[in-house]
């Protein structure tokens, strides 16, 4: 977009300001994805579908909860967390398309 537009902007730029944006808590890397997401909810499950890409965060606090205390008896304190399901997703599964 930005090229297309006649700016030029370095690949170092892009990755220092994805960088900046995760270090703020405003994105987070999805491992599965093998991209990035906006921070909607700090204990969330992210459910991932590997035939749309769909991305859902599901809040979990019961699940997180459980990690904490798990966490801790074993003389961990946890500073943060990455729970993410990759799958299919119902519209996939019943072979509904997108749009």
């Given amino acids: 977009m930005l090229r297309s537009e006649g ?42 579908c590997g ?3 769909g991305l859902y965060d599901i809040p979990c606090v019961e699940a997180f909860d459980a990690l904490d205390h798990a966490a801790a008896a074993n003389g961990l304190a946890a500073s943060r967390y990455i729970v993410e399901i990759e799958g299919r997703c119902s519209r996939c599964a019943e072979g509904i398309t997108p749009g």
């Fill in 7 to 48: 700016y030029l902007v370095s690949p170092s730029l892009v990755f220092r300001a994805i960088r900046r944006l995760v270090d703020q808590g405003s994105i987070r890397k999805v491992l599965v994805a093998g991209g990035y997401a906006l921070v909607r909810e700090d204990r969330a499950i992210t459910l991932f």
């Fill in 51 to 53: 035939q749309c890409g």
